[in-house]
């Protein structure tokens, strides 16, 4: 009988990780347009303005009863605008990572977005999370008990080999599951 030979490959993704031509990986494909009729990005910062590139006072706050009345702030640049918007976005990620072994990791990931120019994120914090994540999944769907269970039922454990003739149901039982994703 055929004997399924590890390591040996049952799938291939189809989307590559750190794919700068995906379509998801691209800036600045939006026009202003676009990213407030689609998005309804319309207000999306307290300090500043990234459509028309001015600082955001109390006095030009939508919610100020001087709203108008005193013009618009500062013309900053696009640099200064991006550093005004990054920094509001690491003290508003905050609220969403208080506690936990996992606390620092947004705020690193936000400064690497901000500075790391497209190079690869890459921190041991990122990998335990998706290793708990695999782990502990319990759905239906989990991938990790979908290839247990068929390989499980498959294997010969007397002679300890796999038979190349079930190799689809590897593939399958990938296919039918739920890749994780954090």
Known sequence: M???????????TQKWMDDYSASDMLCGDLSEIQL????????????????????????????????????????????????????????????????????PLIQQMITHMQKANGAPFRHMLLDRALKEHIVNDRTENSTLARLKEVIGKNIDWGNKYYPVREKDELKGAIMDGKLPQI
Not at 2 to 11: D, E, G, S, Y
Not at 53 to 66: C, Y
């Open 36 to 103: 407030k009729a689609q998005f309804h990005l319309v207000d999306v910062s307290t300090r500043a303005n990234p459509y028309t590139l001015t600082k955001i006072t109390p006095f030009s706050q939508p919610q100020s009863m001087f709203h108008g009345s005193r013009g618009e702030g500062d013309k900053i640049t696009r640099q200064q605008c991006a550093a005004i918007l990054f920094d509001e976005f690491r003290d508003l990620s905050r609220t969403f990572a208080m506690y936990g072994p996992y606390k």
């Open 2 to 12: 055929p004997v399924l030979r590890f390591p040996c490959t049952i799938f291939k």
